[in-house]
């Protein structure tokens, strides 16, 4: 049992973590390549949005940033891009680092917190039975396994996108909000995260380093979005640690699109990978939610819930309340989307809602139980292979039976003919492919607590590069097609 949950714990902690180290590894054992949700690449992504009106929405389409395309690329170019990356990804993760020291140093009593969350976790596993789904896949020969899954998926879906598999149905199309918004209120999400994050998301995206010494505080949120300093007007964010009892956020005014911003931080150390954790549903306005996310949604309301409702009175009947949140604070502020709108949107008098969520995970079940306005005014940005949007027990138990296909398949071959698989010495036949995905496209039947979540937006846009250009493509997909995907490991 400790083993299937150190599992669980270890595989988040390294898609969140180490997602560039784990890329370059996997990739030398013939996998495809992974890359975890980065910040930067998706603002330039947004920025060009609007400069593609010609094109019918909905439609898949490319984006040009910035006149750069693969013929003209120089290696000079390339070359500073990829130092932009690494010195925004050092910036980012000696962020994350420091949050973690700060939070276990300052705060010993939230030790008792994670004892309960995991317990809970562990009880839920065990009493469910994924235990024992999670705990045939834990042997010897997993990397091994998770490899030629990946030479699988690959050699079937090698003359598909995957993203076509994802594509929202005509009928039921909603129109995007304009990139340009999109990429201001993700300069809000990133502010949520304090120094650090901001630092490196100014290092990947423009190859500077701001070097005034700002604290996370009022200036520096201010100097990033490009608001006044008296419109931040609520932190909760200058406490690097973590806080199990409400997620970090902050509350401003942006006068330019005449909002209220509730920014609700993600995942920045390991207090907050504890809600990460406790991945089991319980009831949620009608339907079924993510356990911590929604307890986390229904707090952050609690502490910033006075302060929106008293900066909409202060602005006027035009100003509106923007949520905006990444990762873990994408699938909160989903969530506290659909809490605001349950009942009319009453706990803002009535006002305009909207919600920018950037790779948020499934947190929801079934979406027909949310408000379809709330549906409707949300929109999620999916950026290249970052498996976070694809995360969930469910996803995670079709995950392992693929796994546990793979090494049922495999287990009687030689020590030889198993590493000419996992090296692409020996192809993948089509007998094997039929064996070992089909435990995955049989739909598992769900276990208490563990439906088929979904991201709760009916906008949901799938952004890829192309080639090593700064050329993109984006494509509208459905949230519950998104859902069934699952986990891909490759391509």
Known sequence: MKGSVSFLAMSLLASRCCGRFISRRLNQRGLPNYRPFDENNLVETLARWDDQCSVKPFRRFSISRGGISSDNATKTVKFQRYIQQVMGGIFSTVGFMSSSATSLLSNRNQFVEWKRCLDELDSYLKGSGIDEEVSKVVNKRLLDNLVILGRTQSAVLQSRELRDLARVHPLRQTTPPPFSEAARFMKFATSAYGESMIRAADMHSSGKIDTDILPPSRRKIAKHVGILEEDVRSIDIDDA??????????????????????????????????????????????????????????????????????????????????????????????????????????????????????????????????????????SNYIHEHDVVPFLSVDSFRHFCARLAAVNERTKTISWLERKKLVTGLRGIDADMCRDILQPGIRRLRPKSGAPLLAIPAATNIWIKEKGSSRDYDAQHCDSLRLAKLGIIVGP
């Open 241 to 378: 640690g973590g806080n199990l009892n409400h997620l970090r956020h902050f509350v401003a005014i942006d006068r330019g699109t005449r909002s209220i911003v509730l920014s609700i931080r993600g995942t920045f150390n390991l207090a907050e990978l504890v809600v990460d954790f406790a991945a089991f549903s319980r009831p949620f306005m009608g339907g079924e939610a993510h356990s911590e996310m929604a307890t986390m949604a229904e707090r952050v309301w609690e502490a910033a819930g006075d302060t929106v409702r008293d900066l909409l009175e202060e602005q006027g009947e035009d100003y509106g309340l923007v949520i905006v949140g990444h990762s873990l604070g994408a699938g909160t502020a989903c969530l506290l989307n659909i809490l605001i709108h349950n009942d009319r949107k009453r706990h803002v008098h009535g006002r305009r809602v909207r919600c920018f969520a950037f790779a948020s995970p499934p947190v929801f079940s079934p979406l027909c139980a949310a408000p379809w306005e709330a549906l409707r005014s949300a």
